[in-house]
């Protein structure tokens, strides 16, 4: 199951800088994305789905990083 989530960005505090983006997080936090990109950019991230054995309630046993996508980024999913 895949997911999509924005990332929280301050576009007034980001700078682009050797093709990469290093963005500021509105609460503070800080990271570098190897593209440019702007404040519309989303995480596609891959949900692993299991279920317990004796609810048979569905879980998500694991996830993964799929890729980035956004308009601004001009960046697809990998």
């Known amino acids: 199951m895949e997911e999509r989530q ?3 960005i301050d576009g ?3 700078v682009v800088e050797n ?3 290093h963005v500021v997080a509105t609460g503070g ?3 570098d994305l ?3 990109c702007g404040e519309d950019v989303r995480i596609i991230i ?3 789905i299991s279920y317990h054995k004796e ?3 569905a879980y998500v046993a694991d996830f993964r990083l799929a890729g980035f996508e956004g308009e601004e980024a001009g960046y697809d999913a990998i």
């Open 12 to 14: 007034t505090k980001s």
């Open 19 to 21: 093709g990469m983006t």
């Open 6 to 8: 924005y990332l929280d």
């Open 34 to 36: 190897p593209f440019v």
């Open 29 to 31: 936090g800080s990271y």
């Open 46 to 48: 891959k949900n692993y």
């Open 55 to 57: 609810t048979g309630q």
